[in-house]
């Protein structure tokens, strides 16, 4: 995860910005918690994996369908694996492939840092079509039955037909100074696409044309510089019954109502990595590693655990009933829904895992390292 600033020749890393704020305590930022000790209860076994190439700072993250896990690496490697871990075909894309891997009933679309989307045959893997977008492709494109919709830099969609690649439609916001480079998706409800942007908003077009139907302040940007002012809605927005809830940098964790975006409930909470929703429980670590579980209809705190701070975790996964997190020293942490403690842990990748993982369906869960290998273990609780 990196920020974005037009004015400035070089890129920031954001793991000096994940201490909140102690930021500037030594040159290397907070000290990582130490490796918690673990009286194991969860039985956790590695079950295959795959190298699809090198993904760090491209923000590349598997997808994965009920029968499919696919995958992409920085070079332009594109993989589509069934559920024995078994290479169904692996193909060329674009190269310099950036932001996830979008997965729809059909095609595969993936876009590049030069602005390339590609859309490929999901049986086969046979490139369909590629178009040159306006500008270098961000985040996880929306692949539907008829549209495929990718972000363009950090404020800007284009629709594209997934027939041919003709352009459909573009949504443009107003560009913010300073924006967080993060792992980033969208939502369908119904007939809406929910996008989260820089400057806290959450938006709801409809998906035949691109119009706004409502949009939602998750967090208003505030201090004194653009540092302090950056409040941008992170993770991919989650759907539940009448509810949306997200998460924003610097801002808030909020749900909202799905048909007219109004707030339900919001929490004074900063995540870069966004939340997942489980039916009664939403699940998220906050920018310094904590993670917490909150009541999914009022908010309400239900648990918290510290012992991963400043180790770099991501957004949570669910596995066979439990909450899972993974860390950029590549730990996988199992931790128990009712209170947080720790019921498992198991080293899944030595080059640090930062891509949000995917929870499958038998107790398994799939997690792509920054060295670009997949791998997928097995949960048993």
């Not at 598997?62 to 871990?85: C, I, K, M, W, Y």
């Not at 679309?109 to 390339?116: D, F, L, P, R, Y």
């Not at 806290?200 to 035949?208: I, M, N, R, S, W």
Request: charged share 15%.
């Amino acid at each position: 995860m990196t920020i974005n600033h037009r004015t400035l020749p070089v890129i920031l890393l954001i793991a000096s910005l994940l201490s909140a704020c102690s930021w500037f305590k030594g040159p290397r930022g907070p000290v990582p918690s130490a490796l918690p000790d673990v009286n194991a209860a969860a039985d956790i076994k590695p079950l295959w994996h795959v190298d699809t190439g090198g993904i760090g700072g491209t923000l590349l993250r598997p997808a994965a369908t009920a029968d499919a896990v696919f995958a992409g690496g920085r070079s332009g490697t594109l993989v589509r694996l069934n559920a024995e871990g078994r290479e169904v075909w692996r193909t060329r894309s674009v190269s310099n492939l950036t932001g996830g891997v979008g997965v729809g009933p059909s095609v595969v679309a993936v876009g590049s840092s030069e602005g390339v989307l590609a859309a490929h045959d999901a049986s086969s893997g046979a490139l369909l079509w590629k178009v040159q977008t306006g500008g270098e492709l961000g985040g996880t494109p929306f692949v539907g039955d008829t549209l495929v919709v990718a972000r363009v830099g950090d404020s800007q969609l284009e629709a594209y037909a997934v027939a041919d690649g003709k352009r459909l439609w573009s949504y443009q916001r107003g560009q913010s100074p300073l924006s967080l480079r993060t792992y980033s998706g969208m939502a369908r409800a119904g007939d809406l696409l929910l996008v989260g942007f820089p400057g806290g908003k959450l938006v709801a077009l409809t998906l035949a044309g691109g119009f706004p139907r409502w949009e939602a302040t998750i967090a208003a940007p505030r201090g004194s510089n653009e540092l302090e002012r950056m409040s941008d809605v992170t993770g991919d927005p989650v759907v539940s019954g009448d509810s949306v809830c997200v998460a924003a940098f610097q801002g808030r964790i909020a749900c909202v109502d799905r048909e007219k975006g109004n707030l339900q409930w919001t929490r004074d909470y900063s995540s870069a990595s966004g939340v997942l929703l489980d039916g009664k429980v939403i699940v998220f670590a906050d920018s310094t590693g904590i993670v917490f579980s909150l009541d999914a209809q009022t908010g309400a705190t239900i648990w918290k655990q510290d012992r991963l701070q400043h180790r770099g975790v991501g957004r949570p996964a669910f596995v066979s009933g439990l909450v899972a997190v993974a860390d950029r020293q590549g730990w996988l942490h199992l931790l128990d829904p009712m209170d947080g403690h720790f019921v498992g842990q198991y080293r899944v990748d030595g080059t640090g895992i930062e891509a949000p993982m995917l929870g499958l369906a038998n107790g398994r869960l799939a997690a792509q390292g920054l060295g670009g290998t997949l791998s997928v273990v097995s949960v048993r609780h």
